[in-house]
């Protein structure tokens, strides 16, 4: 079973609507990171978070710790917000010293106008 | 500034050969990662420098794949007897002390 789970994996929506991404993972982490993946494109990263809540214009991300559950949200879905989303957690020391990202596998998201 | 630069941007080869991939990290980040990503998957950890050192490289898949940062910038990933499985893209970051910067990325291709 892999520590960090995404659903749905793919996801189509109508130009906007409010879109959401679950990552549910297994392990203590230190953080927990939202990246955008565009198709032939490098990672960028939307947000780092280790608790609460995070908002940069229309994405916003949540962090439940003791249900070791995050949500991205997407209000107002436009069709450039088409890209993979990943979900890539911190493992908080002594597994973490490093502070490599264990990723999820990645959500597709489709915004159709 | 610049941001994390890799090259080649692609790379095919053929099942046998030796390839290197090249990480350009953002100046002055003492670490840096190596990921894979297979296709239709999330990255994969590979290797993690601080400065020259290598401080983890439990990621690595076996002994044909080896990095090194001689000067705590500039790092290489190299792959000896590449296999058709070692096909991905193979991502490198650089972080100050929380947030990974990646780079585009070298998609390489086994033939």
């Known amino acids: 079973k892999n520590e960090v789970e995404q659903s749905p994996q793919n996801l189509t929506a109508q130009e906007g609507e409010f879109i959401t991404i679950n990552c549910s993972y297994s392990?203590?982490?230190?953080?927990l990171h939202w990246l955008q993946q565009h198709p032939g494109g490098g990672i960028v990263s939307l947000f780092m978070?280790?608790?609460g809540k995070k908002k940069h214009g229309r994405l916003i991300a949540t962090i439940n710790i003791q249900e070791k559950h995050s949500s991205l949200h997407i209000t107002a879905s436009h069709p450039r917000d088409s890209a993979v989303y990943i979900c890539?957690?911190?493992?908080?020391?002594?597994?973490?010293?490093?502070?490599?990202?264990?990723f999820g596998t990645g959500t597709l998201l489709a915004v159709q106008p | 500034g610049a941001g994390v630069s890799q090259t080649p941007s692609n790379k095919v080869t053929e099942k046998g050969k030796y390839v290197e991939l090249r990480c350009d990290p953002i100046?002055?980040?003492?670490?840096l990662y190596w990921y894979r990503q297979s296709l239709g998957q999330g990255p994969e950890f590979l290797i993690y420098?601080?400065?020259?050192?290598?401080?983890?490289d439990s990621g690595l898949p076996n002994d044909r794949f080896f990095a090194v940062r001689p000067e705590g910038s500039v790092s290489t990933l190299k792959i000896q007897r590449t296999e058709r499985g070692d096909s991905a893209v193979y991502l490198c970051?650089?972080?100050?002390?929380?947030?990974?910067?990646f780079g585009p990325g070298t998609r390489l291709t086994v033939l």
């Open positions: 970051a650089s972080s100050d002390y929380n947030e990974q910067f």
């Open positions: 392990v203590g982490i230190s953080a």
């Open positions: 100046s002055g980040h003492t670490a």
């Open positions: 890539a957690v911190i493992k908080a020391p002594p597994g973490g010293a490093t502070n490599k990202l264990i």
């Open positions: 978070l280790s608790s």
């Open positions: 420098f601080q400065g020259t050192g290598a401080a983890d």
